[in-house]
């Protein structure tokens, strides 16, 4: 006898933060490297080297602070706990917090607040 469960699909891949990090440091990287190598050869003598090496270097390291701007910036979280209802504010840095009025656990996920018991049985 067959058990008709659904399959569970995976979700693909998301470009979060440690994806957008690695490809801004790896962007840096390249067009720092190709900056150097541009500058040392192409300007030995001449001036085009370092029309086409000097921009390169300095985009090496400015666009990968452009691309992780993100990455810095703390949003706040505001709700109501799941428990007692008692507004909570927080940032979407915080994982976990204790609630001050009940001093019940409350995980917060996805710019929201829940209670713990919900996110252990998802």
Do not use: H
Not at 2 to 31: N, Q
Not at 52 to 74: C, E, H, K, N, S
Not at 98 to 117: I, Q, Y
């Amino acid at each position: 006898m067959e058990s008709e469960t659904p399959e569970r699909v995976k979700p693909g891949r998301r470009f979060d933060s440690a994806y957008s990090f690695s490809f801004a440091i790896g962007i840096g990287l390249i067009l720092f490297i190709a900056g150097l190598v541009i500058s040392l050869t192409l300007g030995q003598g001449t001036s085009i080297g370092l029309i086409f090496g000097i921009p390169l270097l300095i985009a090496g390291l400015v666009l990968p602070l452009i691309m992780m701007r993100d990455l810095f910036t703390q949003n706040e979280v505001k709700g109501a706990c799941p428990y007692c209802s008692t507004l909570i504010k927080t940032s979407d840095a915080t994982i976990r917090l204790r609630c001050p009025s009940c001093g019940k656990d409350v995980v917060v996920r996805d710019m929201k607040l829940w209670a713990v018991e919900e996110v252990t049985l998802s």
